[in-house]
């Protein structure tokens, strides 16, 4: 179906009125006024977020950014502006534990006049179809405003003033990492600078190997601002408009130099595009992807809520899901302080820093920020979350062959960017998620689902297929057959729920779906009676065949033990009975995937 994903005039109640619109949805025409798709600009406006106090804090920040940087800002009593900063790939020392992905850092801006006093009128909104703060506080000569964005195409921070009288700006780091603490080492500013702040933290010989040499930090810069010491930069003449710039960047570098070097290519790339043009490829980026799709619910005030909330969602998914790794699910790039906090140790209170659960990425969490998205259209905010699992098979592959001496891998539920598996033979004991291997049966799953939304061959190809056909081996050659030949799931966790169980039903319905589908992609029919057509042909051939009659050949290079070699596998599944799995269920699942089409469209 054509046109965007979308619900209108819906005179139910809220949650009735949402599950018909993602669930029961019929095509059908809409109002003129409410196909209006060109005016989207026009609906969110009515659900910006609009404060008319300043902060004081973190706790009562604004989060926006581009999909790698994100902020936090908050305006306080003095009406000096204050955010901090996250990045998707700011990993310190030690990834495993609760400081995992941390902060790039935090700013002040003050100006002077101080725009709020006593009684000024205050409004900082937060408007979603531009993805920009408007900050006006301060009346007559006193008034002032700020506009704040994170500009969608290029990895800078621009924070622009005007002011009804000459004033001065006063850009100030905030660093809060002055000190080493265990094994994360202090941050550095650097020094004797004319006309920028530059500060950033660099993982040492204590860190994990894997972020070893790892240096986040950033540069502030503005035109008509000179350094007042290492971390301030100030007006050198009082003037009606002024414009920072802050400048993060994350490189794995043998010196600090290379990244200085860096830094300084990145700046004059973002700063090569004059601030206007910035501004309307901005704003063009994101109204293109609030037309992608969208669901407004009219009704009672609980239907304008649910409106709000899910487009709220839908907005910081974005501003934190473009990185280099994928949405972190304590948090994303937008942890905040939390001085009431008890993490047992010591005096209450943990920094935007800290995050419960760690830095590790647990899949059973991530899942839930991804797979909307396919019906959302997002699928770019889909990527990082493929690649980060698709870049640990190679690893992930050569512990399976050390451990237990065959071929394929799988997903561990908890583990860093890099993934990583301990042995958890027959014998080891049951562990909450240690036998736990539905992982990479899921997100093949999702990856299909993707495949068929977007038709992306060169996806299917390098990513996907590599992915199915690792954990499909995996099942193959891990698990024994019964007497009856059958594939024989034990011990096997059920999701972590129930451990170490005899055939669950998850990794039987994962495998059902899976294969039905990769046979169908390779123009091979599903052996079992009954199994519904695919729709869709995946343009690549398979490598060899096989007494069973499906074959996939993958390919891919090791690393760590074994590094520099090859390994192929032919994984054959199509007679393999697996359990008496109800054949209807299967159909009913693969349905679901074939109605499907390249952009499913709710109207």
């Known amino acids: 179906m054509s046109g965007p994903c979308r619900v209108s005039e819906v005179p139910l109640k809220a949650t009735v009125a949402l599950i018909i619109a993602l669930l029961l949805c019929a095509p059908r025409a809409l109002p003129q006024e409410a196909a209006d798709w060109t005016a989207i600009g026009v609906q969110l406006a009515g659900y910006d977020v609009d404060w008319d106090a300043p902060g004081p804090s973190s706790q009562e920040s604004m989060p926006i950014g581009n999909g790698d940087i994100g902020l936090n800002a908050w305006v306080e009593s003095s009406g000096d502006l204050v955010f901090t900063i996250g990045k998707t790939d700011a990993w310190g020392e030690n990834v495993h534990a609760d400081r995992g992905l941390m902060k790039v850092g935090a700013v002040r801006v003050s100006l002077e006049p101080k725009p709020l006093v006593s009684g000024a009128p ?317 992982p990479i049966l899921e997100l093949s799953m999702m990856m299909l689902d993707y495949y068929d939304y977007t038709g992306d061959a060169a996806f299917a190809r390098t990513t996907m297929l590599n992915v199915a056909a690792a954990g499909i081996t995996f099942f193959d050659q891990h698990f024994p057959r019964d007497k009856q030949g059958k594939l024989l799931l034990d011990p096997d966790n059920a999701i972590e729920m129930f451990w170490k169980v005899h055939d669950p039903a998850p990794d039987i319905a994962g495998l059902h779906a899976v294969l039905t589908r990769l046979l169908a992609l390779l123009g091979r029919a599903p052996s079992y009676p009954g199994a519904p057509p695919q729709t869709r042909t995946c343009p690549i051939k398979a490598s060899g065949s096989s007494s069973h009659g499906f074959a996939l050949k993958t390919e891919w290079t090791t690393t760590g033990r074994g590094s520099g070699s090859h390994f192929s596998s032919l994984s054959s599944f199509s007679k393999v009975k697996l359990t008496s799995f109800p054949r209807r269920f299967s159909q009913n699942l693969q349905r679901r995937a074939t109605s499907r089409r390249k952009r499913l469209r709710l109207r």
């Open 122 to 438: 205050f409004h900082q909104i937060l408007k979603l179809h531009e993805a920009e703060m408007l900050i006006t506080m301060g009346a007559g000569p006193l008034a002032a405003r700020l506009r704040v964005w994170v500009d969608a195409h290029h990895p800078v921070i621009r924070i622009e003033a005007d002011t009804t009288v000459p004033s001065t700006m006063t850009v100030t780091l905030q660093d809060g990492r002055t000190a080493a603490r265990g094994p994360y080492s202090a941050d550095t500013v650097i020094a004797g600078l004319d006309q920028r702040v530059i500060w950033y933290h660099r993982n040492g010989p204590s860190a994990e190997p894997q972020v070893q040499g790892r240096t986040f930090g950033a540069a502030i810069t503005g035109s008509g601002l000179t350094a007042q010491g290492p971390t301030s930069l100030r007006s050198r003449v009082p003037a009606l408009s002024h414009l920072a710039s802050i400048h993060p960047l994350t490189t794995a570098t043998a010196s600090i130099d290379e990244w200085r070097s860096q830094l300084d290519h990145q700046i004059a790339g973002s700063d090569a595009v004059p601030l206007e043009s910035a501004r309307r490829e901005h704003q063009a980026w994101w109204d293109a992807f609030w037309k992608r799709s969208w669901i407004f619910i009219h009704g009672d005030p609980l239907a304008g809520e649910v409106t709000r909330g899910y487009l709220l969602q839908r907005f910081i998914t974005a501003c934190g899901g473009r990185g280099a790794y994928p949405i972190k699910f304590n948090g994303s790039i937008f942890n905040v302080d939390d001085p009431g906090h008890k993490n047992g140790a010591g005096a209450p209170g943990v920094d935007a820093d800290f995050r419960d659960w760690g830095g590790q990425y647990w899949f059973q969490n991530t899942r839930a920020m991804y797979w909307p998205r396919l019906v959302a259209g997002d699928f770019d905010l889909m990527l990082p979350l493929f690649g980060m699992y698709a870049a640990m098979i190679p690893a992930n592959a050569a512990q399976v062959k050390q451990y237990y001496h065959h071929d394929g891998a799988y997903f561990a539920e908890t583990a860093p960017f890099w993934g990583g598996l301990k042995y958890v033979g027959p014998e080891a004991p049951e562990n909450w998620t240690d036998h736990y291997f539905t």
